[in-house]
């Protein structure tokens, strides 16, 4: 039966708190019966073809001080682009992993593929892009963002391009390292702030 809206009054939000390894990541928290098979434990298998890289960084508050209890998930193409559920899409790649915080450091690590442009319906092309949701205690709502790649052509990504304040646009940008490894921090809030999306 449909109510009328000013009867039903909007749920409190509430943080991701202590919990949410428990949650996506029992494995992580200490749990290894959850689940046969953990979701998200890596986004590639060893048969994933393109170029292996593995990006770290930190997840820092408005003092840049390191969050500790954060975790990342990522979202990405395979090396030719496309997206599992596409048929013609890689089988090794899933796409999708979950990051903790290594509570010592301070610092995640995703290792997995390059992912390659992705194609958009209108013809025009994504920059190699991998899409990252982080929570953490004191986090109401999970962020959005993107990490993009300093070696790949970003001048026609359509997000990038939508970004007003075109001095922000590099703290979407994974800095090389050497050996296929990358550099990116996400700052939360303050000098440096990460663009957040909301797409």
């Not at 596409?86 to 979950?98: E, I, K, N, Q």
């Not at 790949?152 to 940008?173: F, K, M, Q, S, Y």
Request: aromatic share 6%.
């Amino acid at each position: 039966m449909v109510q009328k809206h000013e009867i039903l009054r909007e749920t409190a939000s509430q943080t991701a708190g202590p919990y949410v390894h428990i949650g996506l990541m029992p494995s992580h928290a200490g749990n290894h019966q959850s689940f046969e098979t953990e979701i998200g434990v890596s986004p590639v298998t060893d048969a994933a073809k393109g170029k292996r890289i593995e990006i770290t960084g930190k997840v820092l508050d408005g003092t840049g001080w390191p969050l500790r209890d954060a975790m990342i998930e990522s979202w990405q193409a395979d090396a030719a682009g496309r997206y599992l559920g596409d048929a013609s899409a890689d089988p090794g790649v899933t796409g999708l992993c979950r990051c903790a915080i290594d509570p010592e450091s301070g610092t995640y690590t995703l290792r997995t593929i390059k992912p390659g442009a992705v194609a958009m319906p209108d013809g025009s092309m994504q920059s190699p892009h991998i899409a990252l949701w982080i929570v953490a205690r004191g986090i109401n709502t999970g962020l959005l963002t993107r990490v993009y790649f300093e070696d790949a052509d970003r001048d026609a990504d359509p997000v990038l391009g939508r970004i007003e304040h075109r001095n922000r646009v590099d703290t979407l940008i994974a800095t090389p390292q050497g050996d296929g490894r990358y550099q990116f921090d996400i700052r939360l809030q303050g000098l440096g702030e990460t663009v957040f999306l909301d797409i």
